[in-house]
């Protein structure tokens, strides 16, 4: 059974880099079958997709985070993981790992989301 | 980007009734050389990620109960839950995949009437 799991710290200073990874387990990220996929959830609020990060190394980001934004994979560990850089209290959320398959079929497995705060 | 509008921001129905959720995109996100759309309904709890229901607008995710379905096409879409059980009280997110980035509605919000 494929397993996400997210770790990282739970609180931020603002101006600082988020980091985060996701260890994968029952299932290698060695594969071209799925993008690893980072989406977050402001507190009370909806879901904002971040962007993936494919075997190869390529990657998405949003738009609107590129600039700060840096995605990566170890192979060796099964992990890939996230950076964002000069946060904000707006960066506040719960963030998720998922895998998203390429066959067009979704999301079919999520990390539970760990909550980061940015605060001084 | 797809903004996604989903329609009630809530809704109450009776255990055992019929529950719809609609859910409407900015443009078609209809894929015309497979003629499907990219268009996915997820399910959240409290205090859990989310889950995937249907993709493809009306396929149903391995293990889903036959009660929920999906149907539409382009740019109107509808979740509707058939038979309400106790356990389908949850937040309800309609997601378009067709275009980066993707994104998803505001969420419904189901309760027991």
């Known amino acids: 059974q494929v397993q996400l799991q997210e770790s990282g710290p739970g609180l931020v200073k603002p101006s600082q880099t988020l980091s985060l990874t996701c260890t994968v387990s029952?299932?290698?990220?060695?594969?071209?079958?799925?993008?690893w996929t980072w989406i977050r959830q402001h507190p009370g609020k909806g879901l904002e997709w971040i962007g993936y990060?494919?075997?190869?190394?390529?990657?998405y980001y949003k738009p609107s985070l590129k600039s700060r934004l840096t995605m990566s994979l170890d192979m060796s560990k099964n992990q890939f993981s996230l950076k964002l850089s000069s946060v904000t209290a707006a960066d506040t959320a719960v963030y998720y790992c998922?895998?998203?398959?390429?066959?067009?079929?979704?999301?079919?497995?999520w990390g539970q989301g760990t909550l980061v705060t940015v605060s001084s | 980007d797809i903004v996604m509008t989903q329609s009630p921001d809530s809704l109450a129905v009776s255990l055992g009734e019929r529950a719809a959720i609609n859910c409407k995109s900015s443009q078609s996100v209809l894929y015309s050389s497979n003629n499907k759309n990219y268009l996915g309904w997820f399910q959240q709890k409290p205090g859990q990620p989310p889950k995937l229901l249907i993709y493809?607008?009306?396929t149903r995710e391995s293990g889903v109960p036959d009660r929920f379905s999906g149907s539409g096409s382009g740019t109107d879409f509808t979740l509707t839950i058939s038979s309400l059980q106790a356990e389908d009280v949850a937040l309800y997110y309609c997601?378009?995949?067709?275009?980066?980035?993707?994104?998803f509605g505001q969420g419904t919000k189901l309760e027991i009437k």
């Open positions: 997601q378009q995949y067709y275009i980066t980035p993707y994104t």
């Open positions: 029952g299932g290698s990220i060695n594969s071209g079958t799925y993008y």
């Open positions: 493809w607008a009306s």
């Open positions: 998922a895998r998203y398959r390429l066959s067009g079929e979704n999301i079919d497995y």
């Open positions: 990060i494919y075997y190869s190394g390529s990657t």
